[in-house]
């Protein structure tokens, strides 16, 4: 069973050595000048030629084969319940298995599919906490889970925000999803969430399940969450002139999902790009969803944006990391020292037409994972998702 408690960062050293390509996670300098990794205790320690780094006989050694490594992939969108399993479709161990699709970070937009959820706000509240300390007791095959994002009802008011602040709540679920729908209500609440250091993510397009409604574009700008959820839709999309405008006059972050229009998608990543603003663009999967629990969710959409979206590999790789943990306030996704040491080892997958890794996921193919590494403790070795990489990492001992 690969569910297991968070027992913290790993002791001692681990020098990975032998990268043939290493990803900064960076929009700015997404390819760094290095080969080697040292790990202390579970954080990035130095990086660079392995000849420049500190000498450490002790290290665990893990040769990378002249494979590529990223930071480990983020997905900042998804719905978790409690552990490894999932009501929307009655699947356990769906976290394994994003972990195998590279992920080693997720952000909830909301525990909604909770049997039974509470609406009343005493419960509302009592929920978020509920799974806030669940998922940072308990990390479900060593994914860490930002969890405990209550969704807006009719009536809170801003000492509920203050309480869940202190209470350690940081998040809100996706604004639309509960009671309250309008932008102006919608408006009052962000404002307090974000008063209180909550950070606030909005439903955009058309409604998930029935039930749900429609978030259209004046409401997402009367709103002004800190983040445009899913802005290709969830799954139902605005239409593209909408979250063009979406783009260039709101400045807040702009998230495209898995479990969205993916023709709008791509609109969404070119005008981004066309107005120079990449560095809000990041990446989520909304997931488990009505299309099911999807593994390799952040790898697809990261081949669909650089394979269609005209921006390369190594940029969309950036989206699924850095610029998310940049966003976010994460410990992961950037190869800088002292961030965790949260790592994927890709490489092509076998038989891919691509010439390298990168090549290979402009042409639209997945590349294949060799391990991955979470706080510096290896989590998973060879996916048993993605298709084969070529080269994969290997264990050397001191
Ligand atoms: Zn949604």
């Known amino acids: 069973m690969a569910v297991e408690a968070a027992t913290g960062p790993a002791k001692g050293k681990v020098l990975i050595r032998n990268i043939g390509l290493l990803l900064s996670g960076a929009l700015e300098n997404p390819i760094l000048e290095a080969d080697a990794i040292l790990v202390v205790d579970g954080k990035i320690a130095a990086f660079g030629r392995e000849n420049q780094l500190p000498d450490a006989p002790e290290a665990t050694v893990i040769d990378a084969r002249g494979g590529a490594v990223a930071p ?64 940072f007791n308990m990390r479900p095959a060593g994914v860490k889970i930002l969890a405990g994002a209550p969704v807006l009802e009719k009536g809170m008011v801003e000492s509920d925000f203050k309480e869940l602040a202190e209470a350690g709540v940081g998040l809100l679920g996706e604004v639309g999803l509960g009671s309250v729908k309008a932008g102006y209500e919608a408006k009052e609440m962000v404002a307090w969430a974000r008063k209180y250091g909550i950070q ?43 979250v063009c405008e979406l783009c260039e006059r709101s400045s807040r972050a702009i998230e495209i999902v898995h479990n969205g229009n993916e023709r709008v998608a791509i609109a969404a990543v070119k005008v981004a790009k066309d107005l120079g ?49 940049r966003i976010r306030n994460l410990d992961g996704g950037l190869i800088e020292v002292g961030r965790a040491a949260d790592f994927v080892f890709l490489d ?20 294949g994972i060799g391990m991955v590494m979470i706080d510096g403790v290896i989590r998973c070795g060879r996916s048993r998702n993605t298709p084969p990489a070529e080269r994969v990492p290997e264990v050397m001992g001191h």
């Open 200 to 242: 606030s993510t909005i439903h955009t397009g058309g409604p998930s399940i029935p039930g749900s409604g429609l978030i259209d574009k004046d409401t997402v700008l009367e709103a002004d969450a800190d983040i445009i959820g899913h802005i290709n839709g969830g799954h139902t999309a605005l239409p593209e002139g909408h």
């Open 72 to 135: 480990g992939l983020i997905d900042s969108h998804v719905h978790p319940v409690i552990g490894d399993w999932t009501p929307r479709q009655n699947q356990i161990g769906w976290v394994e298995s994003f972990l195998n699709g590279g992920v080693t970070t997720m952000v909830s937009a909301g525990e909604v599919h909770s049997p039974g959820r509470p609406r009343d706000i005493v419960g509302l509240k009592a929920h978020a906490i509920f799974a806030q300390r669940s998922f």
């Open 277 to 325: 603003v990449l560095h809000r663009v990041i990446l989520g999967t909304d997931s488990p969803a009505g299309s099911g629990v999807q593994p390799l969710g952040i790898l697809r959409t990261i081949s669909m944006l650089s394979s269609l979206g005209g921006i390369s590999a190594a940029e969309a790789i950036c989206l699924a990391t850095g610029t998310t943990a």
């Open 348 to 367: 092509r997958a076998q038989h891919s037409a691509g010439r390298d890794m990168l090549h290979s996921i402009e042409l639209g193919d997945i590349p």
